[in-house]
């Protein structure tokens, strides 16, 4: 007991104690803020290897952004990335951040299922189904449940079958041999159950989008009911996310 007391005395927690006001290095590049500034919009476009930006006005779609930081490199007083990292969203559309706007984003609250939250707002069990990632998000998920982040703590755990699942978290753009995998993985999890997209990857297929060698027509049969962008994402990103889905309810 003395010698535990001790080791908490000289280390302290080494857990985050509010998961909901961490902070991250500066380095860290989360919510982008576009300004107003006139810039070449086509040269601005061009440096995005998987479209995320677009012009008129200029956007960056966090669906498909890597976070690469060339934009920002290019035009630093046009793009700017902030530490913000509650970037998780139901709804699609609330991925795209346009010029001029600096808000956070949020949930959309009229989008989150009656049972999810009646079903899910104590414990939260996952199953992970890696289709085709690159096994960079799929070790963010497993720090998400290391003595740093903890999200055990909040009743949310990944399990080693569908079956004793709540939902399914999916990394990775879908490839053609993983595309039979995870339906009969999602037709294993027991209803009411929930659709997770962790990474860029996931939510567009990323620098694979419009390969041959896809094959994504299982995310245009569901209801997604969160987006969590990232390359890779951030366990804080994904942990505020299912906070917000599974709390968070008019």
């Known amino acids: 007991m003395i010698k535990n007391i001790k080791i908490l005395f000289h280390q302290g927690k080494q857990y985050i104690p509010d998961i909901t006001k961490a902070e991250v290095p500066g380095i860290f590049r989360g919510r982008p803020i576009i ?20 012009t008129s006005p200029v956007k960056i779609d966090l669906g498909k952004c890597t976070f690469c930081g060339e934009c920002a490199f290019a035009f630093p007083n046009k793009i700017k990335f902030t530490t913000d990292y509650k970037i998780s969203s139901n709804e699609r559309e609330r991925l795209i951040i346009r010029e001029g706007e600096d808000k956070p984003i949020e949930l959309n609250p009229d989008l989150i299922r009656k049972e999810t939250f009646e079903y899910f707002s104590g414990s939260l069990k996952l199953r992970q189904v890696s289709a085709g990632g690159d096994n960079s998000c799929e070790l963010e998920l497993n720090a998400c449940g290391n003595v740093n982040f903890d999200m055990g703590r909040f009743g949310i755990e990944f399990v080693a079958s569908p079956r004793h699942a709540d939902g399914i978290v999916i990394t990775g753009s879908v490839s053609e041999n993983m595309a ?20 860029i990857d996931a939510i567009s297929g990323g620098i694979f989008e419009g390969s041959p060698a896809l094959n994504r027509r299982f995310l245009s049969k569901y209801k997604i009911d969160l987006y969590v962008p990232g390359n890779p994402i951030h366990p804080l990103t994904f942990i505020n996310g299912i906070l917000e889905l599974i709390k968070k309810r008019k």
């Open 35 to 54: 300004s107003s500034e006139k810039v070449n919009e086509q040269e601005l476009v061009d440096l995005c290897p998987t479209g995320a930006i677009n």
């Open 180 to 199: 039979e995998p995870l339906q009969i993985c999602y037709d294993a999890t027991p209803e009411p159950k929930i659709i997770i997209l962790a990474g």
